[in-house]
């Protein structure tokens, strides 16, 4: 099915544009940075992969694409991958039955930014973690590895994120605390409270798009159940968040649109 264009991103919906992008910009430039991959930046980019083919509830194009790399890097057994061999792993093969294609665009529409260096990749890669606990946690009622997505998540940001401060500081808030969450649902909300935790930090500051303020998400008027009050003190409903997250981050929420 092709992208159809949008004026405007609702921000109450996902983009399969969105979550295309972060994850071209992921595998082909973020991964293809250093020469040669070898040892724990290897794993994590296997690891990364394997939960994607999991978990990532893409095309089926795309799907088929990452599947083929999540079995192609399994069978990848030397100690190190040099850039020019993954390079050519992460092409794209159309003539393929069937065909493995991730489009080779970005475009932003949801993580759009009012500026070009506003929003875009670090807006989209929040977005695919939030969407990957989120799949981990649905129909799994099993609470084996409940952190599955978060040590990906973990992993990648600290051996490819290209925003090196951001790295520190994630690894930072992990080394804290990610080691209590003991459930599914507990990731979901991890992710959740500590991306808040980011934005209360950055609210204000240069990185942050006037047109889209660094607020505490999800705001009252996309989820009032989600807020309360006590004693003129605010509290979160965190069984309403829960609910919430599992709603907005999942396939049924997700636009086929991309940008004009
Ligand atoms: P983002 O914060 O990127 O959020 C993307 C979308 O997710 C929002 O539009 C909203 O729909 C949704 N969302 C917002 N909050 C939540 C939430 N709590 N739970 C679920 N969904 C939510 N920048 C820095 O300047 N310094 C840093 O230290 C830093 N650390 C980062 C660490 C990581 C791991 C990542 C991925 C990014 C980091 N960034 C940092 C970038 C920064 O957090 C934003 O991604 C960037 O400024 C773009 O902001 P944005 O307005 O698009 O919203």
């Known amino acids: 099915r ?9 921000s109450s919906k996902l983009y399969v544009a969105d979550l295309e ?31 994607l083919a999991k978990y990532f509830p893409g095309r089926p194009s795309v799907q088929t694409f990452l599947q083929s790399l999540d079995s192609w ?3 990848w057994t030397e100690p190190e991958l040099p850039r020019s061999t993954l390079k050519e792993a992460v092409k794209n093969k159309e003539d393929a039955i069937p065909a493995a294609v991730l489009p080779t665009n970005i475009t932003w529409v949801g993580c759009k930014g009012s500026e070009p260096h ?29 952190l ?32 209590q969450v003991k459930s599914r649902d507990e990731a979901v909300l ?36 989600c807020h309360r009050e006590e004693q003129g003190v605010h509290m979160w409903d965190e069984v309403a968040v829960l609910s919430f997250l599992k709603e907005h981050f999942s396939p049924g929420n997700l636009r086929m649109d991309h940008a004009v």
């Open 2 to 10: 092709a992208l159809q264009p949008v004026q405007a991103a609702d």
């Open 21 to 51: 992008s972060t994850v071209h910009y992921t595998l082909r430039v973020e991964a293809g940075r250093p020469a040669v991959l070898a040892g724990a930046q290897l794993a994590a980019l296997k690891c990364y992969v394997a939960t």
């Open 73 to 75: 890097l399994r069978n």
């Open 118 to 146: 506003f929003r875009g990749y670090p807006c989209g890669l929040w977005t695919i973690f939030h969407l990957l606990t989120v799949q981990a946690a649905q129909g799994s009622p099993d609470q084996e590895l409940p």
């Open 148 to 179: 599955e997505v978060l040590s990906t998540m973990r992993c990648y940001v600290k051996h490819f994120f290209g925003c090196q401060e951001c790295a520190q500081h994630f690894e930072a808030m992990a080394a804290k605390s990610m080691d």
């Open 190 to 225: 991890w992710l959740w409270s500590h991306h808040n935790e980011v934005n209360a930090r950055l609210a204000g500051g240069d990185t942050e798009d006037p047109q889209f303020p660094k607020l505490q998400w999800p705001p009252p008027d996309m989820c009032p159940q």
